[in-house]
T-cell receptor, first 111, second 115 residues
């Protein structure tokens, strides 16, 4: 089955800096890669996703890049704000099968 | 905005007891899922459900687990004989189509504590 590795497990940045979280996946047939943000005690919420026919997608301060050859994808957050502090999960899926999540990255943005 | 709702928000149960976690998916969604998250760990897939049957399940979803859609709105997860290691946050999710094609929306979770 699919295996998703996520790094780093914890990331501390100063407000205004950029943050990058990286994930690798094992199943070359995976074609959908969402990123979820989970604030403490709350549900995971989709913040951005990318499909395998696209190399990059951007939504305001958030962007995701995908390298199918290397089987890795990354989340980029620019101009970080304290409210960006949360746990971020990457996930991968092939077709109709289920999401496989990474272990999560705790992002701490200091004012 | 429609959302997935789960009840109860927190359930405490004695080891060996049966628990039923309830979920109301978004009304026009056809695919339903249960995930669990042990404290501080990643979200793990348990089971997916479509057209009134299980479409996929993980190794975690053993014989003590079952799912049911008893009516047109509810989707339940039953754990027959709870163990201490079943303590976790359980998330229900739903999607309009297969979740490879549309976003899976998560409920707010049920925190299960087995004592």
């Amino acid at each position: 089955g699919e295996n998703v590795e996520q790094h780093p497990s914890t990331l501390s940045v100063q407000e205004g800096d950029s943050a990058v979280i990286k994930c690798t996946y094992s199943d070359s047939a995976s074609n959908y890669f969402p990123w979820y943000k989970q604030e403490l005690g709350k549900r995971p919420q989709l913040i951005i996703d990318i499909r395998s026919n696209v190399g990059e997608k951007k939504d305001q301060r958030i962007a995701v890049t995908l390298n199918k050859t290397a089987k890795h994808f990354s989340l980029h957050i620019t101009e970080t704000q304290p409210e960006d502090s949360a746990v971020y999960f990457c996930a991968a899926r092939r077709g109709y099968s289920t999401l496989t999540f990474g272990k999560g990255t705790m992002l701490l943005v200091s004012p | 905005e429609p959302e997935v709702t789960q009840t109860p928000s927190h359930q405490v149960t004695q080891m060996g007891q049966e628990v039923i976690l309830r979920c109301v998916p978004i009304s026009n969604h056809l695919y339903f899922y249960w995930y669990r998250q042990i404290l501080g760990q990643k979200v793990e897939f348990l089971v997916s459900f479509y057209n009134n049957e299980i479409s996929e399940k993980s190794e975690i979803f053993d014989d003590q687990f079952s799912v049911e859609r008893p009516d047109g709105s509810n989707f339940t997860l039953k754990i027959r004989s709870t163990k201490l290691e079943d303590s976790a946050m359980y998330f229900c999710a739903s999607s309009e189509k297969g979740a490879g094609y549309t976003e899976a929306f998560f409920g707010q979770g049920t925190r299960l504590t087995v004592v």
